[in-house]
C-alpha cells in the first residue's frame, strides 16, 4: 500500500529556516494534488501550504512569503521550505496526497520546534 514519509523536522532557533521532505511511495506522484498542514496540542489541524499537478501553489496568509512549497516528479518528493521562522510555527508538519476520489493518504508526521 502506498504511503508518504516525512523528515526534515527538528529543533531550530527564531529567524533560522528548515527544509522539510515528503516522498511518495506510489507510482502516480506526478498527478497528485499535495499539502502540507501542521497541528499543535489543543488545536485544529490547519492547511500551511498545497502544489498541484501542474504546480501551481497557495499558502495560508501566516506563512506567506516565508514557505514554499515545491516538488520533484523524479524523487516523487514535496518539500516545504520554511524560512525566518518563528516560535509560532512550532507544530508537527503532516503531508498530504490526493488524487481523486481513489487516493487520499497522510503522512505520520514531522516535529518542527522553534525557539525564542
Known amino acids: 500500500q502506498a504511503y508518504l514519509a516525512e523528515s526534515g523536522g527538528g529543533l531550530v532557533q527564531a529567524g533560522g529556516s528548515l527544509r522539510l521532505s515528503c516522498r511518495d511511495s506510489g507510482n502516480s506522484f506526478s498527478r497528485n494534488f499535495m499539502s502540507w498542514y501542521r497541528q499543535v496540542p489543543g488545536k485544529q489541524r490547519e492547511l500551511v501550504a498545497s502544489i498541484t499537478s501542474s504546480s501551481d501553489t497557495n499558502y495560508a496568509d501566516s506563512v506567506k512569503g516565508r514557505f514554499t512549497i515545491s516538488r520533484s516528479t523524479a524523487r516523487s518528493t514535496v518539500y516545504l521550505q520554511m524560512n525566518r521562522l518563528e516560535p509560532e510555527d512550532t507544530a508537527v508538519y503532516y503531508c498530504?496526497?490526493?488524487?481523486?476520489?481513489?487516493?487520499?493518504?497522510w503522512g505520520q508526521g514531522t516535529q518542527v520546534t522553534v525557539s525564542s
Open positions: 498530504r496526497g490526493i488524487r481523486g476520489t481513489v487516493y487520499d493518504e
